[in-house]
């Protein structure tokens, strides 16, 4: 596993408040969260919790009220929206319980689309987006659409598309949550497998127990709070184990 440490993602003492029709919304009441390179950490909590609120805050989708948070060691607070774009394109990678594919463009055309935003030519953007397609065994589904794929296919080339651009850290909002089963234990195991082979941090933000246990760290989000933040005994020593 690639022993890379260091600050991934951080966000100190952070809040987020929606205004809207004269009522406030504390969606985040002072968090404070650090995972490193390589990291594996679940962020776990019933609906309305605040844990995905935090992964858009952790992945720069949006920003804080208050409080501060660093992305790859950069204080985001000094950063244009237009920069912040770049970091995030360069840093982050994102797969959502809804796939977020373009309907009308095949699978490899979906993964290199981040590449576009780098200024990368047409022939190395399909070359990167098929070794990632490859890497989640997809090499056969180039051409296809979404609509001509499985739930758990779809999933893949979410998978894919977020590590085109070798983010070093892929945070993953409910990744299993519209999928039978069988695909979401398929969706985890590749997870798990670029986690340990390619030394990604992976944030998991789930409502299951089950998904959260793939975890080596848990992290439990109550009411815009961090309840506890704790190691997964069974998952640390596994990968000591590996090690």
Do not use: W
């Not at 952790?58 to 501060?68: A, E, I, N, Q, S």
């Not at 200024?119 to 990167?128: F, I």
């Not at 070798?166 to 798990?192: C, F, K, Q, Y």
């Amino acid at each position: 596993m690639n022993g890379s440490t260091g600050p991934g993602v951080e966000a100190i003492d952070v809040t987020r408040i929606y205004r809207g029709d004269g009522v406030d919304v504390h969606a985040l009441r002072g968090v404070s969260l650090r995972v490193d390179a390589g990291e594996y950490v679940a962020v776990i909590g019933p609906s309305g919790s605040g844990k995905s609120t935090l992964m858009h805050l952790l992945g720069c989708l949006d920003r804080p009220t208050t409080g501060t948070l660093t992305v790859g060691g950069h204080d985001t607070r000094r950063l244009s929206d237009g920069e912040l774009a770049k970091l995030r394109n360069l840093t982050i990678g994102f797969v959502f319980q809804s796939f977020a594919l373009l309907a009308r463009t095949t699978a490899v055309e979906n993964v290199a689309l981040p590449l576009v935003y780098r200024g990368l030519g047409r022939a190395e953007r399909r070359r990167r987006a098929v070794e990632a397609l490859s890497a989640v065994g997809l090499d056969h589904r180039l051409h296809h659409r979404p609509s001509q794929l499985s739930g758990g296919e779809q999933q893949r080339v979410a998978i894919a598309r977020a590590l085109v651009g070798e983010p070093s850290v892929l945070l993953a909002d409910e990744p299993t949550g519209n999928l039978d089963t069988r695909s979401g234990a398929d969706i985890m195991a590749i997870l798990d497998r670029l986690n340990h082979e390619r030394g990604v941090a992976v944030v998991l933000v789930t409502h299951e127990k089950g998904i959260a246990a793939h975890a080596r760290r848990v992290v439990f989000v109550r009411d815009g709070l961090i309840e506890r933040d704790e190691p997964n005994q069974e998952r640390v020593s596994e990968a000591e184990r590996r090690s």
